[in-house]
């Protein structure tokens, strides 16, 4: 036990095995002894041995692993040949530490009893040494670890304990505070941390910190700021929070330098002002930019009111062949500069942000009947067939901004047929994506033009550019058409592409996200009595378009009709000897001869066969008029084609109702309806503005007062009663959104219908007018037919209030 105490006192582990097995060799008198270490299942190693290094039979791996699982002293006879000695193995077993002392006698002591009470005290004994010396060895490689972990990181480390008597600092907390690393001494360390602190230059934001931190029950603290230098040229973040254990109880101070990172975000701080007063001038710049946007649409479309509508209304009047040239010529001018106006406040628009799409229900068929309706002069002029195709898979009816889509579209069938001199415009419309109602829809606007060099794409949807500059002399625009059709598609979740070859034209393909409508029908779907008159008819498509007669094959044949497509006449003709063609649809223009003369043929050969002719023709009223004096057509339809036109004449033709006028003609043949008389008052200050909407409504049959003002229009209310007001929103004195809140509170349950009249173009400029009291809203420059479109609209109402 004497020996043992010598070998506890060292600190290292190899001295105190030495110690500890010299110690047992010494008191047990053995012949020999060694001191054997597992080290795996089949390894074992000697660490201490005297007077030499045993036999390996005597340390086997299999003999010890036994042994050391008992943990029992094991006594037994060597295993050496020749040898009559006895082994004795003490075991131990200590935090992953396992082996034996293995002695080995010539002859066992005769007191058996005392010897094996030896053998038990040394056991417990070595056990004890071994668990103090694997304690040493943890302390000292967690102080090794600690130091290295502490030594690296970039941060200063303190401890201090609250009684004083001990601390620790890491190298940098040494270097940071001043003080020779090795003096670690608490009054050395606590007079260079009150310096350290009493250095910095925010002593009062410190002190508040240093009294909130001491004052609290957790005392702790995080990114505590001490800020040294003006100009700042060091700044610590401070962390201290109590270290608590059962013996130890003290403060752990940490100080990270983050001087740089404190540079880059007072500099933040700094740019950010800055940049909020930026923004702010740019915010003052946009809303004068907007401003004068207004203000600029305004001005420029209260003179182009005068000249267009003046324009349309001198067409009414007596014009020989010359003036009227001259009239057609101021018309088409101010419409192009009209179109150029538009295109620069749309692209200003959209530019500055403040163009916001509408999401109003609409049918895809409308909008681009409406395109075709636009541009089929211009098309008619050059004989171009103006087509579309809608997928199946589109739904009937979708949820966007009509005007947007009818923007884009108008632009593309318009390039189209600006840059084609024959052939034909086609829009094919399809399902690319649907989930639920969300659908993406596809557009080609396909054109057999003059196609566009490769190397030209990218200039396309360029703002202010063509393809070259002889685009812009020969055809006119501004260059901003595509870069429009761009945003507007960017805007709707869209992208825009164009495939084109030089001299077979172009393809423009782009698609737009929107929502389906459900409640919307196509044409013949929802009725069942209209569909049975068709179902099952067969028909007869002459055309010498391919592409037209292939859509108009697809469409009877969506309505459940069986069609044959004819080329040429002569194939067409022929084909009604062998066939019971319920119908013939016969194209007008075609190459050797005419729709009329092909009817003339069918009707003298197969007189007996009466059999229904619908013309198509583009070529304008004195040829269908004089088809109709020879009673050769059912009906006789222009062109470009509305299918759900289209499809009523086939209804009623196949009923055995026949029709012998278009709907236009039929329309003009009626008598018209007496006009209900009444007062309309017009608020404009503009002289040529007032003469205009004067005269239209007099060509209507309607007769009117003219006030200049907002004041004048409450006059005009106390002397009169009007139930319509033309309502211009500038006005002096009183503009036309405060006459209109004056009306409205005047006439609670009488208000007038208020239609607003106005040169703004800009977004929001309805949804004003409407939030102010007014009913409609009409956009200068307009022409006759949008006021009579505005008093077709609101008369009947108005004749049904003023009637009860």
């Given at each position: 036990m004497?020996g043992?105490?010598?070998a506890?006192e060292h600190?290292?582990l ?19 002894i060694a001191l054997?270490?597992i080290?795996d299942?089949?390894t ?5 041995s005297?007077?030499?290094?045993p036999?390996s ?7 010890m692993?036994?042994i050391c699982?008992s943990g029992?002293i094991d006594?037994?006879?060597?295993p050496l040949?020749g040898s009559t000695g006895t082994l ?13 002392f293995?002695l080995?006698?010539e002859k066992?002591?005769?007191?058996d009893?005392a010897f ?6 040394s056991?417990?004994?070595?056990n004890e040494?071994i668990?103090?010396a694997?304690?040493y060895?943890?302390?000292e ?5 600690f130091?290295a972990i502490?030594g690296?990181v970039p941060q200063?480390v303190?401890f201090?304990d609250?009684?004083g008597?001990?601390?620790w600092a ?7 505070l001043?003080v ?8 050395v360390?606590?007079r260079?941390?009150t ?6 230059v925010?002593?009062?934001e410190i002190?508040?910190?240093?009294a909130?931190l001491?004052?609290?029950p957790?005392r702790?603290?995080?990114n ?13 973040s401070?962390?201290?929070s109590p270290t608590?254990?059962?013996n ?6 940490v100080?990270d330098?983050?001087t740089e990172?404190?540079l880059a975000n ?6 950010n ?8 001038i ?12 207004a203000n ?6 209260t ?6 509508g003046m ?6 009047t ?7 040239e001259y009239?057609?010529?101021?018309r088409?001018?101010?419409?192009t500069?009209?179109?150029l106006i538009?295109?620069i ?7 500055s ?6 999401k109003?229900?609409f049918?895809l068929?409308?909008v681009i009947?409406?395109t ?5 002069v ?5 004989h171009?067939?103006?087509l579309?195709f809608?997928?199946?898979?589109v739904?009937a009816?979708i949820i ?6 009818r ?6 069938v ?8 024959t ?5 094919n419309?399809?399902?690319l994506?649907?989930?639920d109602d969300?659908?993406?829809i ?5 054109d057999?033009g003059i196609?566009i ?12 550019s ?11 625009g501004?260059?901003?058409g595509?870069a429009?059709?761009?945003r507007?598609i960017?805007?709707?979740?869209g992208?825009i592409?164009v495939?084109s ?5 172009s393809e423009?393909?782009?698609d737009?996200?929107v ?7 196509l044409?013949?779907t ?7 008159m ?8 002459l055309d ?5 007669l292939?859509i108009l094959?697809r ?8 069609a ?5 006449y002569?194939?067409a003709?022929?084909?009604?000897a062998?066939n019971?063609y319920d119908?013939a649809?016969?194209d007008m223009?075609?190459p050797e001869i ?9 009707k003298?050969r197969?007189a007996?066969?009466?059999l229904?002719i ?15 004096e020879?009673?050769?057509f ?9 299918y759900?036109v289209?499809y009523k ?7 055995a109702?026949?029709i012998t ?7 003009e043949?009626?008598p018209?309806e007496e006009?209900?008389k009444?007062?309309i008052?017009?608020a404009?200050?503009n002289?040529?503005?007032?003469k205009?909407?004067?005269?239209a409504l007099e060509?209507l049959?309607?007769?009117?007062d003219v006030v200049f003002?907002?004041?004048?229009v409450?006059n005009?209310f106390?002397m009169?009663?009007?139930p319509l ?11 036309g959104?405060?006459?209109?809140r004056h009306?409205?509170?005047n006439f609670p349950g ?6 607003a009249?106005?040169?703004?173009a800009m977004?929001?400029d309805?949804?004003?007018a409407?939030?102010?009291g007014?009913?409609d809203?009409?956009s200068?420059?307009f022409?006759i037919?949008?006021?009579k ?15 009860k």
């Amino acid at each position: 036990m004497t020996g043992l105490s010598k070998a506890r006192e060292h600190t290292g582990l190899t001295d105190i095995y030495r110690d500890a097995t010299l110690a047992l060799y010494e008191a047990s008198g053995a012949s020999s002894i060694a001191l054997a270490r597992i080290e795996d299942r089949i390894t074992v190693k000697t660490l201490y041995s005297i007077p030499g290094n045993p036999p390996s039979a005597i340390i086997d791996a299999v003999i010890m692993h036994d042994i050391c699982d008992s943990g029992a002293i094991d006594i037994r006879k060597s295993p050496l040949a020749g040898s009559t000695g006895t082994l004795v193995y003490l075991p131990f077993c200590e935090k992953g530490e396992n082996g034996a002392f293995i002695l080995c006698f010539e002859k066992l002591p005769e007191n058996d009893e005392a010897f094996r009470e030896f053998l038990a005290s040394s056991l417990s004994g070595l056990n004890e040494t071994i668990r103090l010396a694997k304690t040493y060895y943890a302390a000292e490689e967690l102080t090794t670890r600690f130091n290295a972990i502490l030594g690296t990181v970039p941060q200063g480390v303190v401890f201090i304990d609250d009684t004083g008597k001990n601390t620790w600092a890491n190298a940098v907390a040494t270097a940071l505070l001043g003080v020779n690393r090795h003096q670690n001494e608490p009054v050395v360390i606590a007079r260079a941390m009150t310096d350290l602190r009493n250095a910095a230059v925010n002593q009062a934001e410190i002190a508040a910190e240093g009294a909130r931190l001491f004052s609290s029950p957790e005392r702790s603290i995080r990114n505590w700021k001490w800020i040294y230098g003006d100009p700042v040229n060091m700044v610590l973040s401070v962390a201290c929070s109590p270290t608590v254990s059962r013996n130890v109880k003290g403060m752990l101070w940490v100080f990270d330098d983050i001087t740089e990172l404190y540079l880059a975000n007072e500099s933040l701080k700094e740019l950010n002002i800055e940049l909020a007063e930026k923004r702010k001038i740019a915010d003052d710049q946009n809303r004068a930019k907007s401003d004068f946007l207004a203000n600029m649409s305004h001005e420029i479309r209260t003179p182009m009111n005068g000249v267009i509508g003046m324009t349309s209304l001198l067409t009414g009047t007596d014009l020989d062949t010359e003036q009227r040239e001259y009239v057609e010529t101021i018309r088409i001018s101010g419409d192009t500069l009209l179109s150029l106006i538009n295109d620069i406040l749309d692209f200003s628009k959209i530019e500055s942000g403040k163009l916001e799409l509408e999401k109003y229900p609409f049918q895809l068929s409308t909008v681009i009947e409406e395109t075709y309706d636009l541009l089929s002069v211009k098309a008619n002029e050059k004989h171009l067939d103006l087509l579309y195709f809608i997928d199946s898979n589109v739904p009937a009816g979708i949820i966007g901004d009509i005007t947007r889509v009818r923007q884009i579209l108008v632009n593309l069938v318009s390039n189209g047929i600006k840059f084609t001199q024959t052939g034909e415009i086609l829009i094919n419309v399809r399902t690319l994506e649907q989930e639920d109602d969300n659908y993406r829809i596809g557009f080609t606007v396909k054109d057999t033009g003059i196609g566009i060099p490769e190397d030209k794409f990218h200039r396309l949807f360029q703002s202010f550019s063509q393809v070259d500059s002889s685009t812009t002399r020969k055809f006119g625009g501004t260059g901003l058409g595509l870069a429009i059709c761009q945003r507007l598609i960017s805007m709707m979740e869209g992208h825009i592409r164009v495939e084109s070859e030089v001299g077979k034209g172009s393809e423009f393909i782009f698609d737009i996200k929107v929502k389906g409508n459900r409640s919307a029908e196509l044409p013949g779907t929802s009725d069942r009595k209209s569909q049975a008159m068709v179902t099952g008819k067969k028909l007869l498509i002459l055309d010498d378009n391919e592409t037209n007669l292939k859509i108009l094959k697809r469409h009877c044949e969506l309505w459940g009709m069986e069609a044959s497509v004819f080329m040429h006449y002569k194939a067409a003709v022929d084909s009604i000897a062998h066939n019971a063609y319920d119908l013939a649809i016969i194209d007008m223009i075609m190459p050797e001869i005419d729709g009329v003369d092909v009817a003339h043929i069918i009707k003298s050969r197969y007189a007996n066969h009466n059999l229904p002719i619908v013309l198509f023709s583009s070529a304008g009223n004195v040829a269908m008029k004089g088809a109709r004096e020879q009673n050769l057509f059912a009906a006789v339809l222009s062109k470009p084609l509305k299918y759900n036109v289209l499809y009523k004449i086939l209804v009623n033709i196949l009923s055995a109702h026949t029709i012998t006028e278009t709907p236009e003609e039929a329309a003009e043949a009626r008598p018209e309806e007496e006009i209900f008389k009444f007062g309309i008052l017009v608020a404009e200050d503009n002289d040529i503005n007032q003469k205009l909407i004067r005269r239209a409504l007099e060509k209507l049959g309607y007769s009117s007062d003219v006030v200049f003002n907002g004041l004048e229009v409450g006059n005009a209310f106390k002397m009169n009663y009007y139930p319509l007001v033309f309502m211009d929103v500038n006005m002096p004195e009183m503009d036309g959104y405060e006459a209109t809140r004056h009306l409205v509170e005047n006439f609670p349950g009488n208000k007038p219908v208020i239609i607003a009249m106005t040169a703004n173009a800009m977004d929001g400029d309805r949804d004003e007018a409407i939030s102010a009291g007014m009913d409609d809203y009409i956009s200068k420059p307009f022409k006759i037919q949008d006021i009579k479109d505005k008093l077709d609209k609101w008369v009947p109402e108005i004749k049904n209030r003023l009637t009860k």
